[in-house]
C-alpha cells in the first residue's frame, strides 16, 4: 500500500506556488514524475483549450447539473471567486468553498458530496493511470489462513466500532486482497462488495451467537458499515481502473444514493413540509374571497398618509387589506387493503394537514366512513393516531372492500349543510370500486357543492382505468393527482398555483 | 461616533478563532463561510435547525468584526414599509399645518419628502450606515415571496429605490446573513445570489466544547454525560429536540442545583428545561428515564 496516493483534489490539484496566474492552469504533482501529463482523457473527447483547474470545476458543475442540482453561471463565478480566497491545499475547505457557492440546499448538498467525491477520484484514477502509477503489488500478502482471516474479521469489526477512517481504509484493503486470492471475485462490484461484507460477518444486528469479547456481537454501527462499504466499493473500483488503465462509463446516481438518510420518521417531516407549502397556496389563492367584496373597511391611517400627495384631502381612499379567511378542508382517505402501501403515507398527510389546518374534518372510510377528525386533534403522535384508526376508530369494516358508492352518499349525508364554495375536497384514494356502483353522480354533487375538489391516488398512471379502477368517471368532477411520494405530493401543491385549476371550476 | 476598530480578517483561521475570542465556536464550514463572506461580501443563506446558532453566529460575527449589528425580523405579513422605509407622516402633517399658508406647494413638496422626514427601517439603516454593519435578515422563510422579490435588489446592489428622494446606495459593504428554519423553500433567485451554510446540531466533543466554555464551572464528567444525554434526546423523534441553548442552559440548571451526577431522578426532576412539549416529555421520560435508571439498579 503507498501511502503517496490519496483521494480527493489536493493530489490532482495541488499547487505549490499561489501566485501569478500560470499556477491556476498548470498543476504540479508533489509527489508525482516532474511533467505531469494533462489530465484530458482521449475516450471521453475533451475539448483540448481546456486544461486545468477551471476546465475541472467546470466538469464538476457539468456534472451537478447532470443530477438535477441547479447550478447556473452564477453559481460558477462564485465558485471561481471564492476559491480566489481559499488555499487549496486543504480538502476540506476546497470543498466546504464549493459546496457554499454551488449546493443551496440540503439536499443539492447531499449530492453535491457524492459528485464531488466520484469526480475527484475518478480524475486522480485517470491521471494516475495515465501516468503508470500503479499501487506496489499485493503479493506480500501471502495466503490468508482461515484463522488469519478470523483475525482479519475481528479487526475491522473494532475499527468500524471506534470508526477511525485511516484504518477502516487499510483494512478494507486487506478485505479485497484476501478475497480475491480466494477467488470469490466476480468482477462485478456491487456484487463484491456485499459478498465480502457478508464473509467478514459484519452485520447491523447483535449476534449474540458469538464470543462476548468479539466486537461483532452488539452488531456494527450502521453507518459505520455503510461507510465501509463504500471504501470497499471505491478500492475495488480503483483495483479495476487499474487493472483496464480506462474509466468504466460513469453513472447517474441513483434514487437511493440520492435520497437523505430516511426513515418513516424523516418522511413524515418531508410530507408536513410539504402540507405547509399548501396551506399557504390554498390561503393566498385568493379563492376565498369571492363573495365577499361588501366589507371594506377604510383605513385611517394610510388614508391620510395617502391624502398628503393631494395636500391633506383624502382623494384616494385606502382599504385594510382583506385577510384571506382560513381555508376549510373535508379529507376522505381510504384505508382499505388495496391501498395498505400508500396508507401510511396517507395517514401521514392526514396528520400533517391537522396539524396545519384548523379548520378540517377528515373521514377514513373502506366500506362505509367514519369520522376521524377528533383523533387527530386530541392525539398529537403519529404512531398513536395510525393505532388508534387501525384499531378503535371504529372504520365499518364489513367485507373489507371499498365502495365508493356508499362513501359518497353517507358523506354527503354528513356535510351537506357544511359544504359550501369556499371548501376543499381532497380524496385519497385509489377509486377501484371492486365492481360496484361507482356512483359519480353523488361524486358530482359533492364536487358542486365544494369549492374545489382534488383527487390523490396513489397508483401509478400506468394503472389507471384499468381493471375495476374507475378514476376516469370521477375525473370529470375533479382533479386528480399521481401521488405516493412526497415529491409528487409537491406536484399536487404546486400544481394548485396553476391559475387555470382555479378557472377550470 | 467612537465606533471600535473594523477588523478584516485575513484566513479562515483568523475567523475561527475571532469567533471562538467572543464566545462562538464555530465548526469548520461556518469558519469558512463567514470568512468568504467577509471577504467577497456575499450574502449568506444559513439553513438549519431552531436552536443550532444560527442567530447566535450574525451576533458572533458583529462582536467579533466590531461591526454594529441591524436586525430584521421577518414575519409573514412583513412588508417594505417595516423593512426599508416609511414616510414619517405625523411630522409631514405637522410641518403642513406649520407652514404659513401663502407658501407654495413646491415649497412645501420640497420640504416634506426630504430625509428629515424618513423613517428608516432595518434594510435602509444597514444600507446607509456609515460604519459597516451586520445584517441580520432572521428567519427569511417566514416572509411571502414578494418580500423575497423586494429582497432581490437589496441584496444584489445594496441600494434602494424612493421615488421621491431617488437612489440610497450603500456606502459601506455590510455583511448579510440571512437565516431560514426551511419551513418553505425560497426562491431560487434569492438562493443564487447567496452563499450557502447548512447549520446542523454539532457533534458530541463538539457541543461538549460549547458547554464548556458556556458552563465552565461544570464538572468535565457531568458535561460530557449530559451532552451524551441530549444526544440520546435529539435521536428520540420529538415535536422539538432541545437546541443548543437548551443543553447550555441545562447545564447552568444543573450547576445551580450542585448535581454531581445525572442519574434519572435527576433527569426526571429538570427534563422541563430541555423537552417543552407535554407528548416529548412523556416520550422522553419514557426512553430516556429508562436507559439512564437500568445502570444503577444493577449497579
Not at chain 2, 405625523?90 to 412645501?108: F, H, N, P
Request: charged fraction near 30%.
Amino acid at each position: 500500500m503507498s501511502p503517496d496516493r490519496q483521494d480527493g483534489p489536493e493530489s490532482v490539484l495541488s499547487h505549490s506556488n499561489p501566485d501569478g496566474p500560470e499556477s491556476v492552469l498548470s498543476h504540479s504533482n508533489p509527489d508525482g514524475p516532474e511533467s505531469v501529463p494533462s489530465l484530458s482523457d482521449p475516450d471521453t473527447a475533451r475539448d483540448p483549450a481546456l486544461e486545468g483547474l477551471p476546465a475541472r470545476i467546470l466538469e464538476l458543475g457539468e456534472e451537478l447539473r447532470r443530477e438535477g442540482v441547479a447550478v447556473g453561471t452564477s453559481e460558477m463565478l462564485d465558485a471561481f471567486e471564492v476559491l480566489r480566497e481559499i488555499s487549496w491545499t486543504s480538502q476540506q475547505d476546497f470543498r466546504e468553498a464549493l459546496a457554499a457557492t454551488l449546493a443551496k440546499s440540503q439536499e443539492d448538498r447531499r449530492v453535491f458530496e457524492l459528485v464531488f467525491d466520484r469526480f475527484f477520484f475518478r480524475a486522480t484514477e485517470i491521471a494516475a493511470a495515465h501516468q503508470g502509477i500503479r499501487e506496489e503489488d499485493r503479493a506480500a500478502l501471502g495466503d490468508l489462513t482461515e484463522a488469519e482471516l478470523e483475525e482479519l474479521r475481528t479487526q475491522i469489526a473494532a475499527a468500524l466500532s471506534d470508526g477511525s477512517e485511516g484504518a477502516m481504509r487499510d483494512l478494507a484493503r486487506m478485505a479485497i486482497a484476501a478475497f480475491a486470492r480466494r477467488q470469490e471475485g466476480s468482477g462485478v462490484i456491487g456484487v463484491d462488495v456485499q459478498r465480502i461484507r457478508r464473509a467478514l460477518g459484519l452485520r447491523a444486528e447483535p449476534q449474540p451467537e458469538l464470543p462476548a469479547e468479539d466486537p461483532r456481537r452488539e452488531g456494527v454501527p450502521r453507518d459505520a458499515l455503510r461507510r465501509f462499504e463504500a471504501l470497499l466499493r471505491r478500492e475495488l473500483e480503483r483495483a479495476q481502473i487499474e487493472r483496464t488503465g480506462s474509466l468504466p462509463p460513469a453513472r447517474p446516481l441513483g434514487e437511493l444514493d440520492r435520497a437523505l438518510p430516511s426513515g418513516p420518521l424523516a418522511d413524515l417531516a418531508a410530507v408536513h413540509r410539504v402540507v405547509t407549502q399548501l396551506r399557504r397556496r390554498l390561503a393566498t389563492q385568493g379563492m376565498q374571497n369571492r363573495g365577499h367584496r361588501r366589507h371594506a373597511h377604510v383605513d385611517v391611517r394610510r388614508t391620510m398618509r395617502a391624502s398628503l400627495q393631494t395636500g391633506g384631502v383624502p382623494v384616494v381612499l385606502k382599504y385594510r387589506p382583506r385577510r384571506p379567511k382560513r381555508p376549510e378542508i373535508y379529507v376522505l382517505c381510504d384505508v382499505s387493503t388495496s391501498v395498505t402501501s400508500a396508507s401510511v403515507f396517507f395517514l401521514s398527510v392526514l396528520h400533517a394537514l391537522h396539524d396545519t389546518f384548523r379548520k378540517m374534518r377528515s373521514f377514513v372510510f373502506i366500506e362505509r366512513i367514519s369520522e376521524v377528525t377528533d383523533i387527530f386533534e386530541h392525539e398529537r403522535n403519529f404512531k398513536a393516531v395510525s393505532e388508534r384508526i387501525s384499531g378503535d376508530a371504529g372504520v365499518a369494516d364489513i367485507s373489507g372492500y371499498t365502495d365508493y358508492g356508499r362513501v359518497w352518499s353517507e358523506f354527503l349525508v354528513q356535510v351537506e349543510d357544511d359544504l359550501h364554495p369556499r371548501a376543499t375536497v381532497i380524496v385519497l384514494g385509489d377509486a377501484r370500486t371492486n365492481g360496484r356502483d361507482p356512483r359519480a353522480d353523488v361524486f358530482a354533487q359533492i364536487a358542486a357543492r365544494a369549492g374545489r375538489t382534488f383527487w390523490l391516488n396513489p397508483e401509478p398512471r400506468l394503472y389507471w382505468n384499468y381493471g375495476d379502477s374507475v378514476i376516469a368517471a370521477y375525473e370529470e368532477f375533479c382533479t386528480a393527482f399521481e401521488c405516493w411520494t412526497t415529491a409528487q405530493l409537491e406536484d399536487f401543491v404546486r400544481a394548485l398555483t396553476r391559475p387555470v385549476i382555479a378557472a377550470a371550476r | 461616533m467612537s465606533a471600535p476598530q473594523s477588523l478584516e480578517p485575513t484566513s479562515v483561521a483568523d475567523i475561527a478563532a475571532g469567533l471562538r475570542s467572543v464566545g462562538y465556536l464555530p465548526g469548520e464550514s461556518t469558519a469558512l463561510v463567514s470568512f468568504l463572506a467577509t471577504r467577497l461580501g456575499k450574502p449568506v443563506l444559513v439553513e438549519g435547525p431552531a436552536g443550532v446558532g444560527k442567530t447566535e453566529l450574525a451576533k458572533a460575527l458583529a462582536r467579533y468584526l466590531g461591526r454594529e449589528l441591524v436586525r430584521l425580523q421577518c414575519y409573514e405579513g412583513l412588508d417594505e414599509a417595516k423593512a426599508l422605509y416609511e414616510w414619517n407622516y405625523r411630522k409631514q402633517l405637522l410641518r403642513i399645518q406649520a407652514e404659513a399658508s401663502d407658501t407654495g406647494w413646491e415649497a412645501v413638496q420640497e420640504d416634506i419628502f426630504g430625509e428629515e422626514f424618513l423613517l428608516a427601517r432595518p434594510l435602509m439603516t444597514a444600507i446607509a450606515s456609515e460604519q459597516p454593519v451586520v445584517l441580520l435578515i432572521d428567519e427569511i422563510d417566514k416572509t411571502d415571496q414578494e418580500f423575497e422579490a423586494m429582497l432581490l435588489e437589496v441584496l444584489s446592489d445594496f441600494q434602494i429605490s424612493i421615488p421621491e428622494l431617488g437612489r440610497v446606495e450603500s456606502r459601506t459593504h455590510p455583511i448579510v446573513l440571512l437565516t431560514s428554519n426551511n419551513s418553505r423553500e425560497l426562491t431560487e433567485a434569492l438562493k443564487r445570489r447567496c452563499l450557502y451554510l447548512w447549520l446542523d446540531y454539532p457533534e458530541l466533543e463538539h457541543e461538549l466544547e460549547i458547554v464548556r466554555l458556556h458552563a465552565p464551572e461544570l464538572s468535565e464528567t457531568v458535561a460530557r454525560r449530559l451532552v451524551e444525554v441530549i444526544g440520546m434526546v435529539r435521536a428520540l423523534d420529538l415535536k422539538k429536540p432541545p437546541s443548543i441553548a437548551e443543553s447550555i442552559d441545562w447545564a447552568r440548571a444543573l450547576l445551580l442545583l450542585g448535581v454531581k451526577d445525572i442519574d434519572a431522578d435527576t433527569f426526571t426532576e429538570t427534563m422541563s428545561v430541555i423537552v417543552k412539549h407535554r407528548t416529548d416529555m412523556d416520550v422522553v421520560a419514557d426512553r430516556v428515564g429508562l436507559k439512564l435508571r437500568s445502570p444503577a439498579d444493577v449497579a
